[in-house]
Nanobody, 113 residues
Framework: QEQLVEFGGGEVQPGGSLTLSCVASGFPFKDYVMSWYRQAPGKGRDMVAS???????YYSDAPKGRFTISRDNDKNTLYLVINNLKPEGTAVYYC???????WGQGTQVTVSP
């Protein structure tokens, strides 16, 4: 069964940092482009970043400079480092395998004083 499971969300103060992880199973992780999305309260699900099989990273315009996507193919794990979190960064963060549209269950990130 193809599966993605996210970890690492939580509550953090503005200016803080978090590292989110997404563990893949049931498919050859290294062969796929992987992405992170986020969904803020009352809004749609927007792409944050993507990473290719060759470790080329792409970022959407909104969070530019504060997000870093990476992958460890030996551990079948996708990462997202979020720096200098702002209150508008409160959202559920999802990992996704675009090919086949596989999604994780999401992990909540809450930014509050």
């Amino acid at each position: 069964q193809e599966q993605l499971v996210e970890f690492g969300g939580g509550e953090v103060q503005p200016g803080g940092s978090l590292t989110l992880s997404c563990v893949a199973s049931g498919f050859p992780f290294k062969d796929y482009v992987m992405s992170w999305y986020r969904q803020a309260p009352g809004k749609g699900r927007d792409m944050v970043a993507s990473i290719t099989r060759g470790n080329e990273a792409y970022y959407s315009d909104a969070p530019k400079g504060r997000f870093t996507i990476s992958r460890d193919n030996d551990k079948n794990t996708l990462y997202l480092v979020i720096n200098n979190l702002k209150p508008e960064g409160t959202a559920v963060y999802y990992c996704r395998r675009p090919l086949g549209d596989i999604w994780g269950q999401g992990t909540q990130v809450t930014v509050s004083p």
